[in-house]
């Protein structure tokens, strides 16, 4: 499975982006899928996650309320659409596919596209 992640840049705070992961897997509806970010010299941090059909899905306290992440099975891509971007938002943001459905084996992972909020 490869996992191809964009849409990240430079966006001013309170702005907004859209991240996308296209997945190049024959079955991507059985895959969970995931948002994780990492800060350089820190710990890569779970963000998002969405089940296989996509009805139910968590996220990470910081960032409920701004963040959505839904997916698209007919595309194989899974989206992160971020709101009320703050400057602790930084960091390069990674996509993973879990083939289990536990939401904890994240067994594929993107390439990481980075977003920046600054003014």
């Known amino acids: 499975v490869q996992l191809q992640a964009s849409g990240g840049g430079l966006v001013q705070p309170g702005g907004s982006l859209r991240l996308s992961c296209a997945a190049s897997?024959?079955?991507?509806?059985?895959?969970?899928m995931g948002w994780f970010r990492q800060v350089p010299g820190e710990e890569r941090e779970f963000v998002a996650v969405?089940?296989?059909?996509?009805?139910?899905?968590n996220y990470t306290n910081s960032v409920k309320g701004r963040f959505t992440i839904s997916r698209d099975n007919a595309k194989n891509t899974v989206y992160l659409q971020m709101s009320n971007l703050k400057p602790e938002d930084t960091a390069v943001y990674y996509c993973?596919?879990?083939?289990?459905?536990?939401?904890?084996?994240?067994?594929?992972w993107g390439q990481g596209t980075l977003v920046t909020v600054s003014s």
């Open positions: 969405i089940t296989w059909g996509g009805s139910r899905s």
């Open positions: 897997a024959r079955s991507f509806s059985n895959y969970v």
């Open positions: 993973a596919a879990d083939p289990t459905g536990s939401g904890a084996e994240w067994a594929y």
